[in-house]
T-cell receptor
Framework: GEDVEQSLFLSVREGDSSVINCTYT??????LYWYKQEPGAGLQLLTY?????DMKQDQRLTVLLNKKDKHLSLRIADTQTGDSAIYFC?????????FGKGTKLSVKP | NAGVMQNPRHLVRRRGQEARLRCSPM?????VYWYRQLPEEGLKFMVY????????ESGMPKERFSAEFPKEGPSILRIQQVVRGDSAAYFC?????????????FGPGTRLTVT
């Protein structure tokens, strides 16, 4: 079946890099996504990666995909207090998205 | 270009009442998805619609829940005879009518509380 797993919490100091990890099970997934959710808000699409890529960089964000291990990571460089949020990994199902439970990132000043 | 709009943002219903949640997709988007988020959980897919068609309702509970996306107007998620377990945040997302990444853009959600 389809399942997406993430660690639940990550705490970093302001200015450090954050790495949020995710594993998925559906090897036929064509696209994988990272979303950010701030308290009481909807989900903001941060970035996505096509399954034939192994890396994508967008400003402070770097996505790494290891298709063999079905492992996806999101690296945030120079993490700021404004990056504190819940980060969701998602894989594309038949048309819908399948989400992990989210990683709560806490950034300490 | 306005984003995905949902209303109401907060909805309180007593057990047994009906809840109607509305979603207006982004301009130019013809695909709408509904997801439910329980406290401390990720989002779970409920239903995928295009104008006047339900494409995939595999995540919808078999009873009390229905969804539509009429030719004119917003998409509606309707929950009849609500129970306490229906309390959750309901998110709508939309995507453009093309192949590719099918990136979905989310609305701010409707937080339903059943008392």
């Amino acid at each position: 079946g389809e399942d997406v797993e993430q660690s639940l919490f990550l705490s970093v100091r302001e200015g450090d890099s954050s790495v949020i990890n995710c594993t998925y099970t559906d090897s036929s997934s064509t696209y994988l996504y990272w979303y950010k959710q701030e308290p009481g808000a909807g989900l903001q699409l941060l970035t996505y990666i096509f399954s034939n890529m192994d890396m994508k960089q967008d400003q402070r964000l770097t996505v790494l995909l290891n298709k063999k291990d079905k492992h996806l990571s999101l690296r945030i460089a120079d993490t700021q207090t404004g990056d504190s949020a819940i980060y969701f990994c998602a894989e594309r199902g038949q048309g819908n998205l399948i989400f992990g439970k989210g990683t709560k990132l806490s950034v300490k000043p | 270009n306005a984003g995905v709009m949902q209303n109401p943002r907060h909805l309180v219903r007593r057990r047994g009442q009906e809840a109607r949640l509305r979603c207006s997709p982004m301009k130019g988007h013809s695909h709408v998805y509904w997801y439910r988020q329980l406290p401390e959980e990720g989002l779970k897919f409920m239903v995928y619609l295009q104008k006047e068609n339900i494409i995939d309702e595999s995540g919808m509970p078999k009873e009390r829940f229905s969804a539509e996306f009429p030719k004119e107007g917003p998409s509606i998620l309707r929950i009849q005879q609500v129970v306490r377990g229906d309390s959750a945040a309901y998110f709508c997302a939309s995507s453009p009518p093309r192949q590719g990444a099918y990136e979905q853009y989310f609305g701010p959600g409707t937080r339903l509380t059943v008392t």
